[in-house]
């Protein structure tokens, strides 16, 4: 693990059994990258199964809307389909001889890495026995995401409480693996006992 210079993460929508990233966030201690990308899907081209699954997405899983926000005709948007391009560009731009692999815990992502040929560590690998996002995020903290999730009221009633949904983030991810990392490599092994579970 010492060999991964950073680590990358994306969220996003499942359509036709192709992944399309929504976000994508790239972390190590000196640099952090997190950037709102556009699936360009259209709804009129997209099976209704394929619908509902993305709704599941955005109101249950991580609050990602299938349109990237408002912005200027002038705003630097990446498509979906350019993200082999961009972490090409990431991995020349922050990988070293000795640090030469990208660390991912994303099977999607993993499988566009390895298409693009982008040297990385899959980190669900048995062999690097690490822990799971759902097992980092309660030691950690899961409560926070980027500004590029919306959240989605809950309640009918304005006044009643609005429960807190933790919804995923790439950059909270990318945030959450690196410091267990860094812990580990450093020997520090703050999150290898939670709540009595040795890991
Ligand atoms: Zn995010």
Request: hydrophobic residues 35%; aromatic residues 14%.
């Given at each position: ?7 990358v993460d994306a969220q996003g929508f499942i359509v036709k059994k192709k ?181």
């Amino acid at each position: 693990m010492d060999k991964i210079f950073a680590i990358v993460d994306a969220q996003g929508f499942i359509v036709k059994k192709k992944f399309y990233a929504r976000e994508v966030a790239i972390i190590n201690d000196n640099f952090s990258y997190c950037q709102e990308y556009d699936p360009n899907l259209h709804l009129d081209y997209i099976s209704k199964d394929d619908v509902r699954r993305i709704k599941f997405c955005t109101y249950k899983l991580h609050g990602l809307t299938l349109r990237p926000m408002e912005k200027s005709s002038l705003t630097f948007m990446p498509k979906s389909d350019d993200i082999i391009g961009i972490l090409r560009h990431y991995h020349k731009l922050l990988s070293h001889p000795n640090r030469p692999y990208f660390g991912v815990k994303n099977e999607l992502l993993r499988r566009i890495l390895e298409d693009g040929d982008i040297p990385y560590l899959d980190l669900n690998r048995e062999e690097f026995n690490f822990p799971s996002i759902n097992y980092l995020e309660k030691f950690y903290n899961n409560y926070w995401t980027c500004g590029y999730h919306r959240k989605f009221p809950v309640n009918i009633n304005p006044n009643k409480k609005e429960p807190i949904i933790s919804y995923r983030c790439a950059f909270r991810k990318c945030a959450n693996i690196w410091r267990h990392i860094k812990a580990r490599t450093n020997k520090i092994f703050d999150c290898d006992v939670i709540e009595g579970v040795v890991i």
